[in-house]
């Protein structure tokens, strides 16, 4: 059973352009969340979705974005890149979007941006 | 609003000694809570969940976590460190009607020595 596959794996960037972030989430997952890990600032949650609807979004500026398609694959978007957005993003997928809290969530092995 | 604690940044253990990583969380709400461990140049793999059932919370690898409502404490343990558990851990709290949202304690980077 294939993981959750997020592409690419390594990107560098420079400030204000924008970046496109792609992730493929287990077979028969519907749902998918996106988190930011930083030295600084540690993971944090940017936004969920479910069934292509936003379900949760984190404080973040507008610049960041996302979407998902009718086979749950989704992407993140950053325009106008900051040296601050420099991170690992990591992309998680699971059957629902929780309820009970009790969906366990699987990870990929993220996309590690570097804006230069 | 919630948050979660990791009491230690850096834990240094010898190979075949116990393990300790001390969370500590707040929660306005029923929580659930998990452990998560990060291996360099990997995803986060969840090691245990606790989600209102029973207090002692069982694991892969041999790790295993008590809930304890009176202290809001949710410590992970292993009896013996094997060398392939450096790495880094995350404690993690989640409101059950918050769908998919963590909420990440600041990481505890185990190194074993041998």
């Known amino acids: 059973k294939a993981g959750v596959t997020q592409t690419p794996r390594y990107l560098i960037k420079t400030r204000g352009q924008q970046v496109t972030l792609s992730c493929s989430p287990i077979s028969g997952h519907r749902s998918v969340s996106w988190y930011q890990q930083t030295p600084g600032q540690g993971l944090q949650f940017l936004f969920e979705y479910f069934s292509e609807t936003q379900r949760n979004k984190g404080n973040f500026p507008g610049r960041f974005s996302g979407r998902q398609f009718s086979n749950s694959r989704s992407e993140m978007n950053v325009s106008t890149l900051e040296l601050g957005d420099s991170a690992l993003y990591l992309c998680a997928s699971s059957l629902g979007t929780g309820g009970l809290g009790a969906n366990v969530l699987t990870f990929g092995a993220g996309s590690r941006l570097t804006v230069l | 609003a919630q948050s979660v604690t990791q009491l230690d940044s850096h834990v240094s253990v010898s190979e075949g000694t116990p393990v300790l990583l001390r969370c500590n969380y707040s929660s306005s709400y029923s929580p659930s809570l998990f452990w998560y461990v990060q291996h360099p140049n990997k995803g986060l793999q969840l090691l245990l969940k606790?989600?209102?059932?029973?207090?002692l919370v069982k694991g892969i690898n041999g790790f295993e976590a008590e809930f304890k409502k009176s202290e809001t404490s949710f410590h992970l343990t292993k009896p013996s460190a094997h060398m392939s558990d450096a790495a880094e851990y995350f404690c993690?709290?989640?409101?059950?009607?918050?769908?998919?949202?963590?909420?990440f304690g600041g990481g505890t980077r185990v190194l074993v020595k041998p």
């Open positions: 993690v709290v989640s409101r059950k009607a918050a769908g998919n949202k963590l909420t």
């Open positions: 606790y989600t209102s059932a029973a207090t």
